[in-house]
């Protein structure tokens, strides 16, 4: 049975709004825990991902960011102990995001937050089978814009 335009609408709406609601509740959860927002959490990911190091650009294309956007996050992730900027010895035109110790624990412990979050928020109110749905779901629409791919890519923390 096909769903009416109005279900059509209501599901697109339930998408959007929970797409904007949980984010916001995990980003506010770090914050309060760790004192990084979820964006800085996702940036201390890719570095540890690319073992440590990354060239700013590679960075922010990583992130989906400006240049600009991934300035201002290093900055504050700076001023926090976090991260450190290092000019590249091979062309001192390149300047390196690296994740320092203090970085990598901060990393380590905003993983250990996420899965009982997702858990708490997302996973405790759908039964196995409706999560399976879900993610099929969303796996189709993505694959239907060709974002699949770069899904799981970024999940990996490779960035695309």
């Given at each position: 049975m096909s769903m009416s335009k109005d279900e059509n609408m209501l599901t697109w709406v339930s998408?959007?709004?929970a797409g904007t609601y949980l984010p916001g509740a995990l980003n506010q959860h770090l914050l309060v825990e760790l004192g990084i927002?979820?964006?800085?959490?996702?940036?201390?990911?890719q570095l540890n991902a690319a073992g440590g190091k990354l060239k700013l650009i590679e960075l922010s294309r990583r992130l989906y960011l400006s240049k600009a956007g991934v300035t201002?996050?290093?900055d504050r992730l700076e001023s926090a102990g976090l991260v450190r900027r290092e000019r590249s010895e091979a062309d001192r035109r390149v300047i390196n995001a690296r994740l320092t110790p203090n970085g990598k624990e901060a990393f380590r412990r905003s993983r250990k937050l996420l899965g009982p979050w997702v858990k708490s928020n997302l996973a405790a109110h759908l039964s196995d089978k409706q999560l399976r749905a879900l993610l099929d779901a969303?796996?189709?629409?993505l694959e239907g814009h060709d974002r699949w791919e770069g899904q799981m890519a970024h999940l990996r923390g490779e960035g695309t």
């Open positions: 998408l959007v709004h927002s979820l964006a800085e959490q996702d940036l201390l990911k201002k996050m290093m969303l796996q189709c629409v």
